[in-house]
């Protein structure tokens, strides 16, 4: 019961990081283009974030037992999996590096799952085709293939969006352009918050719903007092009293801030103006929607850092700062096996430890 209480306060403190982490991933260019300052625009996001988070568990369920075999976790594999995406983010944080915290958690179940099976791959479904559903289930389906093609969906999206704008308003003046994009960007930023919130916040309401699960089917909920009774889930499945804490929780830490990752995101990447912050903002709200509708746990930060690459190169290749991309490339890239072998790395630990 102890330890279940423990992987509560640790996926509550990732929840949080995610949070900050990734509060900039919604407001980053509201705050750049100057249509908000940070203060109003990380509020704003709080707000929307907390309303998206109450919007479907979809997403939720993918993690909680749609990547791992839910029957071979442990209360030990949860905590494990926390501890490689907390290392992570609060890693990439301190560099300003914009990762995913959702591929962060991912991996680290991933190598969690994998040590507590003792190596057998099995444990992690690849990919499942579900008759139900008539569609494919799994890490290949739902992780893999989205990671590759979500960036290249938001970065040709966002410029093809902005190749229209400058076709629709060739002729309008730049006062008119920022003046009516200023505004337009308050409805984009506040939708992109919501679609953080509809995605983001879900992860953490799958690893709590798994963790309740793994307890009731270790017996560690077999004696709970009768107040705590609502703890007891012999079936997976995500509680409204799970998504208002998580949702508070992202909440809580989108009002902390992120101004590291707002710097890169917003200043260092491309210089943007309202209209451009008007585009990458809307390209990576539908994206992000989209993969929350089929309960596929997008990584926002890749969607909306391809979309501001995609607006800065529809004014020139040149307009972006390709050496900085390539240094967030590579976090994208090693998010996913670094956290997996801290999660295995973590688990293998606690075993040792007798946890």
């Known amino acids: 019961m ?31 283009t100057k249509v908000l300052s940070p203060r109003q625009a990380i509020m704003m996001a709080a707000f929307f974030n907390l309303f998206g988070a109450l919007m479907g568990t979809a997403v939720a369920t993918t993690i909680g037992k749609g990547l791992v075999d839910a029957q071979t976790i442990t209360m030990a594999t949860v905590l494990a999996a926390l501890i490689g995406a907390i290392v992570w983010n609060l890693f990439t944080w301190w560099l300003g590096l914009p990762s995913s915290s959702s591929h962060a958690l991912i991996g680290g179940l991933c190598g969690a799952a994998l040590a507590t099976a003792n190596n057998n791959w099995s444990v992690l479904k690849w990919s499942v085709y579900n008759p139900a559903k008539h569609a494919g289930e799994g890490l290949w389906p739902k992780i893999v293939l989205p990671m590759i093609t979500s960036p290249v969906i938001g970065f040709a999206g966002a410029a093809l969006l902005m190749w229209l ?31 953080h919130g509809t995605n983001d916040a879900q992860k953490t309401m799958g690893i709590i719903a798994l963790a309740l699960f793994t307890g009731t089917q270790a017996g560690s909920f077999d004696h709970l007092p009768g107040w705590l009774e609502f703890l007891r889930t012999p079936e997976f499945k995500v509680e409204p009293w799970i998504m208002i804490v998580c ?13 590291r990752i707002i710097k890169t995101m917003g200043h260092k990447m491309v210089k943007l103006q309202p209209v451009h912050g008007f585009a990458a903002e809307t ?33 020139r290749l040149s307009a972006v700062k390709w050496g900085l991309v390539s240094r967030i490339v590579w976090a994208w890239v090693l998010t996913l096996p670094v956290t997996g072998l801290i999660g295995y790395l973590s688990c293998k630990l606690l075993h040792w430890a007798g946890v």
């Open 283 to 315: 390209t990576a709200a539908i994206v992000i929607q989209s993969a929350s509708h089929f309960g596929i746990p997008l990584s926002t930060t890749h969607v909306i850092s391809s979309s501001i690459m995609g607006v800065g190169a529809s004014k």
């Open 165 to 195: 704008i400058y076709l629709l308003f060739r002729k309008a003046t730049p006062h008119f352009v920022n003046r009516t994009f200023g505004k337009l960007q308050l409805v984009s930023a506040a939708w992109m918050g919501f679609s």
């Open 247 to 259: 949702a508070l929780t992202m909440a809580a830490g989108t009002a902390g801030g992120g101004w």
């Open 2 to 32: 102890t330890l279940f209480f423990i992987v509560l306060f640790a996926a509550l403190v990732f929840e949080y990081i995610n949070g900050f982490h990734d509060a900039a991933n919604a407001i980053a260019t509201v705050v750049s």
